[in-house]
């Protein structure tokens, strides 16, 4: 780090230095404690989601079974993989950057909207799948007769279960969006290392690009269990 | 000494600064300077506080006699829900921080901008985005929820436009998040050399408690404004109680921001006050890490008592009383400032110009709002009193008697930093006094209308509550007088006022150390700090001379 501090004295600086910050170390401390507030809010506003959720599975525990075991638990398990995939690449994406590595660090970023884009496709046939099957909170939304797991003979409340589907359509819904964004941020990201922007002195977008992924991951890693594995063990 | 960076003062050629750098709608509509953002959030805080205002005069206007008049039910629901919305989300969660903070949080720390210039702007459009979805929302037919969406009235039986409010309020949720984002980096990362934690004006110790509510109470407004939204769209059933939903759930999460967001209110304005007190005794803040803690204390405290709005709820006796328990300790870092004020004030050479009068009027007020949440937050009382003009008398004294005050004086205080004109101290004055008569006329009568009975959001009531309610009215009135003044003669000094000094009240403070108005990148050289904050003895001994009085 003592080559960049020479380099702000020098005439050298780097272009990417804004005026109003005095280093490039500062800059990019402020540029990635930002984005870490920036995740706590994150937190928070899935925070009051997860809340809700958990009340209701408190409540209808067996009607949100019985919902929960219509969801195809093997596409969210491959989406979940496919997630920590994108993870890798990202942290390979860096570590290419860090090491002058364009052709790999290029690579990597492609690699990791790839999987972006198939975690979405994935997503979109599971929406598919729940349409075909009135499984979708609405006028048209059908859940008779759906016996709860280990319960024989017991049926879910279909207006429980219409909860669940809500809260399934809502959380996973505003976590695909979120994925939208991150797949927009990696394209500029893209952009920008193909133009040469990033060197292993600068290199902060990708860093904070790479945290905002990192965390809709890890959203991810907690809605697959909350939503796709409730009493499946069973 | 150290300040080296000051400056002579005003010189008749004008020196270039943010204001005359550039001209043109683009040169600020595209701005990132802190300082031109400020203003543009000014002008349109101040627009919607006159909206806000216009609602209430009309529900004075309705209330001055029972019956109903002026308005008939529908239409009183809608004024009193869209006074809210308007007053809580577009005028007082913005006002301090976005005008004053924005203007002062980077120089106060010594810093050339915020962290995030770009942010900055982009919370302005998210604000004016929200802003238009509101206004649309209001000109084509209204919202009569109250201001606080309740369920399952606001997702099942309304009739009017919940949908777009609710939008409307999430998008301006996301301008509160950006300001508090960007100041709690800023107050991290850009202090300058030699400004430590320690000598940080308290005026920033107070944004930054404010910051942290917004960065986390704020999303979960915004989730629970979706979950709202989708329901009420698709006919979920989330809240609603027919459809197996919880609308105490809606209540909790509510109010897990509401709550706090008082906070944001009332934060930013002790703040101000704490510089003004300061300055306008001459003295060293009395307890400096008391006051700034107190200010931290209160943002984590605030976020543990939201439920006590929820006491005639339904919500489990065991669960009130905690939650009573932690209200009655929000007033203990809300009394250390008072108490510190006070000693503050305490054989201080104190000056009565305009901004000290808010800030006396603010002492005063807060303390009367906060004292009377402490009767709200006893379980037995609140029962009696709950819904009740009592409450709104109570609210309205911290809201309106304390962050409104609080707004004032500083404006006036730091209009010469940011106009670089004086104002006519003399009609300040003046107003100051107008307003503090206005404001506990209008308000104290409605703690007695509460105490006696009279519930809110109705747009009739029983005979004998019209004298007290003519008298509220009366009082508005006056109100609405002392807030038009300001906004007068601010626009006459920016035309007309005398140059300001770079420090008229000799005051404390990096910012008061570069010119009025600042230029640009508010300091010609890095400044390097070397004093305590609120050295005010140092600095009256240099000055023997000179006296801090201005027009």
């Known amino acids: 780090?003592?080559?960049?501090?020479?380099?702000?004295?020098?005439?050298?600086?780097?272009?990417?230095?804004?005026?109003?910050?005095?280093?490039?170390?500062?800059?990019?401390?402020?540029?990635?404690?930002?984005?870490?507030?920036?995740?706590?809010?994150?937190?928070?506003?899935?925070?009051?989601?997860?809340?809700?959720?958990?009340?209701?599975?408190?409540?209808?525990?067996?009607?949100?079974?019985?919902?929960?075991?219509?969801?195809?638990?093997?596409?969210?398990?491959?989406?979940?993989?496919?997630?920590?995939?994108?993870?890798?690449?990202?942290?390979?994406?860096?570590?290419?950057?860090?090491?002058?590595?364009?052709?790999?660090?290029?690579?990597?970023?492609?690699?990791?909207?790839l999987f972006g884009l198939a975690f979405l496709g994935i997503k979109g046939i599971e929406y598919?799948?729940?349409?075909?099957?009135?499984?979708?909170?609405?006028?048209?939304?059908?859940?008779?007769?759906?016996?709860?797991?280990?319960?024989?003979?017991e049926y879910a409340n279909p207006r429980h279960a219409e909860i669940f589907f809500a809260l399934y359509f809502i959380m996973t819904g505003l976590h695909a969006l979120h994925m939208v964004v991150g797949l927009g941020i990696f394209s500029w990201l893209l952009w920008a290392a193909w133009k040469g922007r990033f060197t292993p002195e600068y290199h902060t977008p990708l860093e904070i690009g790479g945290l905002y992924w990192h965390f809709v991951d890890i959203v991810w890693i907690y809605l697959f269990p909350l939503l796709y594995l409730i009493d499946r063990h069973r | 000494m150290a300040t080296a960076i000051t400056q002579p003062d005003a010189q008749p050629i004008e020196r270039e600064n943010y204001l005359n750098k550039h001209y043109g709608v683009w040169s600020w509509l595209l701005t990132t300077d802190h300082k031109r953002i400020a203003l543009l959030y000014l002008m349109s805080i101040t627009f919607f506080f006159f909206i806000g205002g216009f609602f209430a005069l009309l529900i004075r206007l309705e209330l001055l006699t029972p019956t109903g008049d002026l308005v008939q039910a529908d239409t009183y629901n809608k004024l009193f829900t869209q006074h809210g919305q308007v007053m809580v989300f577009?005028?007082?969660?913005?006002?301090?921080?976005?005008?004053?903070?924005?203007?002062?949080?980077?120089?106060?720390?010594?810093?050339?901008?915020?962290?995030?210039?770009?942010?900055?702007?982009?919370?302005?459009?998210?604000?004016?985005?929200?802003?238009?979805?509101?206004?649309?929302?209001?000109?084509?037919?209204?919202?009569?929820?109250?201001?606080?969406?309740?369920?399952?009235?606001?997702?099942?039986?309304?009739?009017?436009?919940?949908?777009?409010?609710?939008?409307?309020?999430?998008?301006?949720?996301?301008?509160?998040?950006?300001?508090?984002?960007?100041?709690?980096?800023?107050?991290?990362?850009?202090?300058?050399?030699?400004?430590?934690?320690?000598?940080?004006?308290?005026?920033?110790?107070?944004?930054?408690?404010?910051?942290?509510?917004?960065?986390?109470?704020?999303?979960?407004?915004?989730?629970?404004?979706?979950?709202?939204?989708?329901?009420?769209?698709?006919?979920?059933?989330?809240?609603?109680?027919?459809?197996?939903?919880?609308?105490?759930?809606f209540q909790h999460l509510f109010w897990f921001y509401s709550h706090p967001a008082v906070y944001i209110m009332i934060l930013p304005s002790m703040g101000v006050v704490t510089e003004i007190i300061a300055c306008f005794s001459r003295k060293r803040i009395f307890g400096?890490?008391?006051?700034?803690?107190?200010?931290?204390?209160?943002?984590?405290?605030?976020?543990?008592?939201?439920?006590?709005h929820m006491f005639v709820a339904g919500i489990s006796i065991y669960a009130a009383l905690v939650f009573s328990i932690l209200s009655y300790a929000v007033a203990v870092p809300s009394a250390v400032k008072v108490f510190n004020w006070t000693a503050t004030l305490y054989k201080g050479s104190i000056h009565y110009d305009a901004p000290m009068?808010?800030?006396?009027?603010?002492?005063?007020?807060?303390?009367?709002?906060?004292?009377?949440?402490?009767?709200?937050?006893?379980?037995?009382?609140?029962?009696?009193?709950?819904?009740?003009?009592?409450?709104?008398?109570?609210?309205?004294?911290?809201?309106?008697?304390?962050?409104?005050?609080?707004?004032?004086?500083?404006?006036?205080?730091?209009?010469?930093?940011?106009?670089?004109?004086?104002?006519?101290?003399?009609?300040?004055?003046?107003?100051?006094?107008?307003?503090?008569?206005?404001?506990?006329?209008?308000?104290?009568?409605?703690?007695?209308?509460?105490?006696?009975?009279?519930?809110?959001?109705?747009?009739?009531?029983p005979a004998e509550f019209q004298v007290l309610n003519v008298l509220s009215t009366a009082g508005a009135t006056v109100l609405g007088v002392g807030y038009l003044l300001p906004m007068i003669y601010f626009l006459w000094s920016m035309r007309y006022g005398k140059p300001a000094p770079d420090n008229p009240w000799n005051a404390a403070g990096l910012e008061w150390k570069t010119a009025s108005p600042p230029p640009t990148f508010n300091f010609d050289e890095e400044p390097v700090v070397t004093w305590e904050?609120?050295?005010?003895?140092?600095?009256?001994?240099?000055?023997?001379?000179?006296?801090?009085?201005?027009?």
């Open chain 2, 90 to 249: 577009f005028f007082l969660i913005p006002s301090i921080p976005a005008v004053l903070g924005n203007f002062l949080v980077p120089m106060m720390v010594g810093a050339k901008d915020l962290a995030f210039p770009r942010i900055n702007l982009l919370s302005w459009y998210l604000y004016i985005i929200g802003g238009i979805m509101m206004l649309h929302c209001m000109l084509t037919g209204g919202v009569d929820t109250g201001w606080t969406f309740y369920v399952p009235f606001s997702t099942a039986f309304s009739n009017t436009k919940v949908i777009e409010a609710g939008l409307a309020i999430f998008v301006v949720g996301f301008s509160s998040i950006l300001t508090g984002l960007n100041f709690i980096v800023t107050i991290h990362r850009m202090r300058a050399p030699g400004m430590t934690w320690g000598r940080l004006p308290l005026f920033i110790w107070a944004h930054y408690a404010t910051s942290v509510i917004q960065i986390l109470g704020t999303p979960v407004i915004a989730i629970t404004l979706v979950l709202v939204v989708a329901e009420r769209a698709l006919h979920l059933g989330i809240f609603d109680p027919k459809l197996g939903g919880d609308p105490l759930l």
């Open chain 1, 128 to 153: 598919r799948d729940k349409f075909v099957e009135h499984h979708v909170p609405g006028p048209s939304f059908s859940f008779e007769h759906e016996e709860i797991p280990s319960h024989p003979g």
């Open chain 2, 533 to 551: 904050a609120y050295n005010y003895d140092e600095l009256d001994s240099e000055h023997k001379q000179e006296v801090p009085v201005v027009g």
């Open chain 1, 1 to 113: 780090m003592s080559d960049s501090t020479v380099a702000v004295q020098g005439e050298t600086h780097n272009p990417a230095l804004l005026h109003h910050f005095a280093t490039e170390e500062q800059q990019r401390n402020a540029s990635s404690f930002g984005m870490w507030i920036f995740l706590g809010t994150e937190v928070m506003f899935f925070g009051g989601l997860f809340c809700a959720y958990l009340i209701y599975r408190g409540w209808y525990f067996g009607d949100f079974a019985a919902a929960s075991k219509s969801i195809n638990a093997a596409l969210g398990g491959t989406n979940t993989a496919v997630l920590i995939c994108s993870s890798l690449t990202v942290v390979l994406a860096i570590w290419a950057a860090q090491t002058s590595r364009r052709a790999l660090m290029l690579a990597m970023l492609v690699l990791t909207m």
């Open chain 2, 288 to 308: 400096y890490h008391f006051v700034a803690l107190s200010s931290i204390a209160i943002a984590v405290f605030g976020f543990l008592v939201w439920a006590h």
């Open chain 2, 357 to 461: 009068l808010y800030a006396f009027g603010f002492l005063g007020l807060f303390t009367i709002g906060g004292l009377t949440g402490l009767f709200l937050a006893c379980l037995g009382v609140d029962m009696h009193v709950h819904d009740t003009y009592f409450v709104i008398a109570h609210f309205h004294y911290i809201m309106v008697g304390g962050a409104v005050m609080g707004y004032l004086g500083g404006m006036h205080f730091w209009w010469p930093k940011i106009s670089g004109k004086l104002y006519p101290e003399g009609w300040a004055r003046l107003a100051a006094l107008i307003v503090f008569i206005g404001f506990n006329l209008t308000f104290f009568p409605q703690f007695l209308l509460g105490y006696m009975g009279m519930p809110r959001r109705y747009f009739q009531y």
